[in-house]
């Protein structure tokens, strides 16, 4: 009867959220909903550790092995859901030595345990899964494996799947709610290859033909971070001193590409000591920090990031900024993740801005930190022309929803505005220090996030937030002046495009007399300028992420 209340929950949870409708048809799929859900068969467990021990056959592009899983029971189920993605299969499920049957749909497998698993109990669980995980066809962004050959014709493989999910190739609790508190990856490759995962190599060994290297996370770690590189590597390390005790620096590159590599990588000390004062201490010191050079572009894979720049400054030796700065985007940008994304991690693809908006706005801080606050600023501007405004950058919790790429740069802009609405640097430094002190190894939603700045800040900045995470599109400062106006020169200006509440200060300069603090709202105000005429008026567009528009006298 229990197995039937439950079975029916799950196809309630289904229609109510899969089947929002668009002008297209659904705009969330049964795939979406099994993927993003929190229902029972996921929340009733929280995964404590992964051991992860799989081989790569790299001539068939083929992967199997087992994945034990460890949890503990949050409240009494006997069903359980696991996600893998359709390239791949469990071959079987086994629970104290028994057999679990399971039922697949969409990405899902649900596991129908013989007994009752009760609350506060802890388990273990043997997956064995196999299968021809996708490939990439544009990685990062288009997740998978990227199967490639380097110079010397050396096999070189990679994965990516912060869209798609852990799940697209190995079997697991894929929800960014749930992180596991520590994993085991072991990977055997073909002897002459290296392996490199997350976290610190553990063992290694060689045996009839195969090499074998056992990684170790201790850390909480993102799913979608799990990761595997392999090729013919070269390994250097470095020491930086750190904020207290050193921290370890490993570098995995192509063979050929290691002198070349040592001298690129000496920016990483400098970045660290610039977040060092901006953030605090890097958060997964007993992980160490590993760049290891992938076939894709990059990505933040924690404590062992891709790195596929090709040893150029800006972004694939691109300056989109034409500001002429040296420096290598795909580190300072992906490195900056460790803090945003990878230890203060959204928990959900809903709050996904956390994670970029602020690595995004790390790059700003990085150039301030540099070149000083004017070039900073000026980097920042070149941000307004990529930013889309299409859809809201906050998306609808428990659908799989992904933002679109807004959460980059309108969502630094975010950042940059409230740090001018702050005015006090200390403060804005303290409170980046703040949040990576409160939400060090963890997940936060949104509303989590929010709340605390305005604790944090003794001012509720709700209205801000919720402004430019939930509308699509900016707002609108809307003025206009009047010299004819009884009693001299009127200015009437309001936001446009704003929720009700929206109350964010603009500062204007009328003729050069000096800058001066309105503050609209969505109704009409008025400002009286001590000035026979208004000939002209500034607007200080550089503080904040809004567009002016010069209305008629009529209004």
Not at 463 to 468: G, P
Not at 498 to 526: H, I, Q, R, Y
């Amino acid at each position: 009867m229990k197995q039937a209340v439950l079975l029916l929950s799950m196809l309630l949870f289904s229609l109510t959220n899969a089947k929002a409708q668009g002008k297209n048809g659904p705009l969330f799929s049964r795939a979406d909903t099994l993927k993003g859900w929190n229902a029972s068969p996921r929340s009733c467990y929280n995964v404590r550790h992964y051991y992860l021990d799989f081989e790569v056959h790299m001539n068939r592009k083929f992967i199997e092995g087992t994945n034990t899983m460890e949890f503990v029971m949050v409240e009494n189920a006997k069903v359980l859901q696991i996600d893998l993605g359709q390239g791949m299969g469990l071959t079987n499920v086994e629970w104290n030595g028994k057999k679990v049957p399971v039922k697949r749909e969409e990405g899902a497998y649900f596991l129908y345990f013989p007994d009752t698993l009760y609350e506060s109990t802890r388990h273990s669980i043997q997956l064995k899964f196999a299968g021809h995980p996708p490939m990439a066809k544009d990685a990062p962004w288009d997740g998978g494996f990227v199967w490639d050959n380097d110079a010397n014709g050396n096999p070189w493989v990679g994965v990516a799947n912060q869209k798609e999910g852990a799940s697209l190739w190995w079997p697991c609790k894929d929800q960014w709610l749930d992180e596991p508190d520590s994993i085991t990856v072991r990977i055997t490759v073909p002897v002459g290859l290296t392996a490199v995962s997350n976290g610190r190599l553990r063992n290694q060994e060689t045996l009839d033909g195969k090499s074998r290297f056992e990684w170790f996370v201790s850390k909480p770690i993102n799913h979608y971070n799990v990761t595997l590189y392999i090729g013919k590597f070269a390994h250097f390390s470095d020491i930086y001193p750190g904020v207290g005790r050193p921290l370890d620096l490993n570098y995995y590159v192509l063979e050929y590409n290691e002198r070349k590599a040592k001298k690129h990588f000496e920016q990483v000390k400098g970045m660290f000591a610039c977040y060092d004062q901006f953030l605090g201490p890097y958060p997964f010191y007993e992980d160490g920090y590993k760049l290891v050079e992938a076939p894709y572009l990059g990505m933040e894979h924690q404590s062992a990031i891709a790195y596929g720049n090709d040893y150029l400054i800006g972004y694939a030796g691109y300056d989109a900024t034409e500001l002429g700065l040296e420096f290598d985007f795909i580190i300072i940008h992906e490195t900056a993740h460790e803090y945003w994304g990878n230890s203060v991690s959204g928990a959900d693809p809903a709050d996904m801005w956390i994670h970029e908006a602020f690595a995004t706005y790390m790059e700003a801080m990085y150039v301030e930190c540099k070149y000083g606050k004017d070039i900073a600023y000026e980097y920042i501007d070149t941000w307004r022309g990529r930013i889309k405004n299409d859809k809201p950058m906050m998306g609808k919790r428990g659908l799989n929803d992904h933002p679109s790429t807004d959460v980059y740069y309108k969502g630094a802009f975010m950042l940059h505005t409230l740090r001018n609405l702050i005015q006090d640097e200390p403060k804005w430094i303290g409170l980046l220090k703040a949040i990576q002190t409160e939400f060090k190894h963890q997940t936060v939603t949104t509303e989590e996030f929010v709340d605390f700045i305005g604790k944090y800040l003794h001012q509720d900045y709700s209205w801000f937030f919720y402004q430019y995470l939930k509308i699509s599109g900016v707002p609108v400062f809307v003025y206009s002046y009047d010299n004819e106006a009884a009693g001299g020169p009127v200015i009437r200006y309001r936001w446009e495009n704003v929720m009700k509440d929206f109350k964010m200060p603009v500062f204007v300069n009328v003729n050069s007399e000096g800058w001066v603090k309105l503050s609209p709202t969505a109704e009409w105000k008025e400002y009286k300028p001590q000035v026979r005429s208004v000939d002209y008026m500034d607007l200080d567009e550089f503080s904040g992420y809004f567009v002016i528009r010069n209305a008629s006298s009529k209004y």
